[in-house]
């Protein structure tokens, strides 16, 4: 049963093949028996799952069964989950039970949704390589000496070694294509806006969105209908009509016209992933899609753009987590200063507060126009960038890292370097615009991902263009050793 895909889980249960009490077992008994291997999950929650599932068999009986009814996923464990430890990875909100559930996290139960769990993260989802978590490092499951990425590698992971079918993340810089791209999965970034962030603990509120992690587009589009949509309760979700992004998956290529940028083949860029994902791109020629070389100028600014922006609101995000209302506190505070101090020094671990100092830095007064505003500025040319780009293509494509999953260690000595992981990733989150990872060949034995962007709410077009790659192509069906 693990190694369907979530149209095919979903078949299965109408067809009466399974039931969504079994189905739940077998992933849970596989995560008894593999996780121990992976630390993907920071969280099980066995027995409510099988209690979704029961009622979701219930609900099948009624003829009330929707498309993903009875279908079990994992949640990132950014996301809020009513009487559920909702940890994001850190110390400081190791105890923190939510008092409500995140719109996403409604959203899938409402489509009857199995949740077996929450997934592990770098700590509050800043890293990209999962090793900042307070609950240890995540392992890539086709070699488990090299990290998964991050930061939503326990949900990449996951989804890899069949602990799941599908997975939620979340994005600020690269966290959901990152990790799919070292663990040989798909996932979507969607446009800013497309899915609420009620309930999704906020890291840099300009930037985060949450998306479907899964192994084919076609199950991202299925999880991606459930997930979007607006959100009265977060004032940055964009009332627009949610498509059918299934219905849309069968439309060919002919005439899809497909930008490489320049900078994204240039120094830095591993010259094997770059051989497979030319060898991707000739695939979608032959698919009939014209490809013409792009420019994208301000490409170069997009990493330290997203070094002051994201830093400085989380600077003020994460100020709310400060030992008086929830979360962590310190044993026996001297006064309130020591409170704050020492419940914060204590909670936060050393990568939240190296950006914790540098945000704060960027926006104090003196400053701010010489970091913050200066930053938003560059992140204007950055969009402008896309926007003519999209003038004439229909869809930018290129790698999603510029190697494949390093070993762990390789990079925690270097922040710069491990920064720089996300080099093509994070010029969308900078513009708001939908990214999406799609396995195209290894490198050994280590996935490479090939990175597709579209223009604003354009994921439809997205989710195809991957579908249609996955039509003709078999690397998104291959499994890591060990975990067939
Ligand atoms: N790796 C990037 C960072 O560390 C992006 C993280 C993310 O998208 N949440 O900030």
Same mark, same amino acid.
Request: proline share 6%.
């Given at each position: ?226 997930? +979007? /949509?607006? $959100? &009265?309760?977060?004032?940055?979700? @964009? %009332?627009?009509?949610?498509?059918? !992004? #299934? ?19 240039? +120094? /830095?860029? $591993? &010259?094997?992933?770059?051989?497979? @994902? %030319?060898?991707?791109?000739?695939? !979608? #020629? ?199």
């Amino acid at each position: 049963m693990h190694d369907k895909t979530l149209a095919e889980l979903s078949a299965g249960l109408a067809a009466g093949e399974f039931s969504s009490v079994e189905l739940t077992r077998h992933f849970l008994g596989r995560i008894e028996r593999f996780d121990g291997q992976l630390n993907s999950f920071i969280t099980v929650t066995a027995e409510p799952a099988l209690a979704q599932a029961l009622a979701a068999d219930e609900r099948r009986r009624r003829g009330e069964a929707g498309p993903l009814t009875g279908i079990p996923l994992a949640q990132k464990d950014i996301f809020c989950t009513d009487g559920v430890r909702t940890s994001c990875a850190s110390k400081m909100l190791d105890n923190f039970i939510a008092p409500y559930d995140a719109t996403v996290v409604a959203q899938c139960n409402a489509a009857g949704m199995v949740m077996l769990g929450k997934t592990n993260m770098d700590e509050f989802a800043m890293g990209s390589s999962n090793e900042t978590s307070y609950f240890g490092p995540v392992k890539n499951p086709w070699d488990t000496v090299a990290v998964p990425g991050g930061s939503s590698g326990g949900s990449a992971a996951a989804v890899a070694a069949r602990l799941t079918p599908a997975a939620t993340g979340t994005d600020t810089g690269g966290s959901i294509r990152q990790p799919a791209a070292l663990c040989g999965i798909s996932g979507i970034k969607p446009t800013y806006g497309r899915v609420s962030r009620y309930g999704m603990i906020a890291f840099a509120s300009s930037l985060d969105q949450a998306g479907p992690m899964a192994r084919t587009a076609e199950d991202c589009a299925l999880l991606l209908g459930a997930i +979007a /949509g607006f $959100d &009265p309760r977060d004032s940055t979700s @964009v %009332e627009r009509e949610v498509p059918d !992004y #299934r219905a849309a998956l069968g439309n060919d290529l002919k005439g899809l016209k497909i930008g490489l940028p320049k900078e994204y083949f240039g +120094a /830095g860029l $591993d &010259p094997a992933v770059a051989q497979a @994902v %030319e060898a991707a791109i000739n695939e !979608y #020629r032959k698919l009939g899609a014209e490809v013409v070389e792009i420019s994208l100028p301000n490409t170069g600014l997009a990493v330290p753009t997203y070094y002051v922006v994201a830093p400085a609101e989380c600077s003020s995000n994460l100020s709310r987590m400060d030992g008086v209302r929830f979360g962590y506190r310190c044993d026996n505070p001297k006064d309130l200063e020591d409170l704050y101090k020492r419940s914060r020094g204590e909670g936060f671990g050393p990568e939240v507060k190296r950006r914790i100092m540098i945000g704060t830095y960027a926006l104090s007064a003196g400053y701010y126009d010489a970091y913050y505003l200066k930053a938003q500025q560059m992140r204007q040319l950055i969009s402008d960038d896309f926007r003519r780009a999209f003038e004439t293509v229909d869809v930018i494509m290129g790698p999603t890292s510029p190697t494949v999953a390093f070993n762990a260690g390789e990079k925690t000595d270097d922040p710069v370097a491990m920064y720089l992981a996300d080099v093509y990733t994070i010029a969308a989150n900078l513009a708001g615009l939908p990214g999406m990872s799609i396995p195209a060949g290894f490198v050994g034995n280590r996935p490479v991902g090939l990175q597709l962007i579209g223009n604003y709410f354009d994921e439809a077009r997205l989710l195809n263009v991957a579908h249609q790659y996955q039509l003709t192509t078999d690397w998104h069906q291959r499994a890591p050793q060990g975990f067939e």
